[in-house]
């Protein structure tokens, strides 16, 4: 019984240095949701706006994903206004709703943005309604009616802040899930195995073909090649060499015909 007691405090003391050894997984992907606050830069008023109209708004800070910033500070985003009703007669407030469309990012491409932070597109949302209401603006389709003033026309400040999300996952480009380490194979001692030669590199030059008789050659080079003949015939400025299956004939000292 206490052998068992003590092998769990071990294994349980164990555990953290196994945690502490074990990196976190590197993240890949920028996750659906991810907040990204951003300001107004210009002033939008029921007044004067027009559906369709673009609003600009830029990022407040840098949206990193590990090490690698994947939307700078000061990314341009954009959003288009959707209802636009100046105010009326009998204390009817003006009316303003506009949808926050993408964020733009450094490879020129655009991330889709929603207005709350649940709900893939942007789907209305109840639990966000106080929250949009303080906010003082409203993302269309994050919120289930527009923003009004009674009696006024609405009226957003350049440089007004809010909050918005990520409409889904983003992989930036160059940014790879770590692959699983591989273990080191392990090197095999043989003592039974000889040692390994090193490869020689054999810089002498390669032998030569065999030397043949030819026409024009003296007497000496020929001794040289062939050796002394096993006859000679002498006829006077002629000479035959005779060998066993050879037969050379000079005249005048020099190979003029072989046999």
């Not at 009817?92 to 926050?100: A, D, E, S, V």
């Not at 096993?230 to 050879?246: E, M, P, Q």
Request: aromatic content about 6%.
């Amino acid at each position: 019984m206490k052998k068992l007691i003590v092998s769990s405090m071990l294994a349980a003391l164990a555990l953290p240095w196994v945690s502490l050894a074990q990196a976190p997984p590197q993240q890949s992907v920028l996750p659906e949701g991810t907040p990204i606050r951003m300001r107004m830069n210009r002033t939008v008023s029921s007044a004067d706006a027009q559906v369709g109209d673009n609003v600009d708004f830029e990022t407040l800070d840098d949206v990193n994903l590990g090490e690698m910033v994947v939307i700078p500070k000061g990314s341009m985003a954009m959003a288009t206004i959707t209802e636009a009703v100046p105010k009326r007669r009998m204390a009817r407030g003006g009316k303003l709703g506009m949808n926050i469309d993408y964020v733009r990012l450094p490879s020129e491409g655009k991330l889709a943005l929603r207005g709350v932070q649940q709900g893939s597109g942007g789907g209305h949302t109840g639990a966000m309604t106080g929250a949009i209401v303080a906010t003082s603006i409203v993302f269309f389709p994050a919120a289930p009616f527009f923003l009004f003033m009674h009696g006024k026309d609405m009226v957003i400040p350049k440089g007004h802040e809010v909050t918005v999300y990520t409409n889904s996952d983003y992989a930036p480009v160059g940014v790879q899930a770590p692959a699983p380490a591989a273990a080191a194979p392990a090197a095999a001692t043989d003592s039974a195995a000889p040692p390994a030669v090193p490869a020689t590199t054999d810089t002498s030059p390669s032998p030569a073909g065999p030397v043949t008789i030819s026409l024009g050659q003296t007497i000496a080079e020929v001794e040289t090649i062939n050796g002394k003949p096993d006859k000679i015939i002498d006829l006077g400025a002629k000479k035959i060499y005779v060998y066993k299956d050879l037969k050379i004939t000079f005249t005048d000292g020099k190979v003029s015909d072989v046999q």
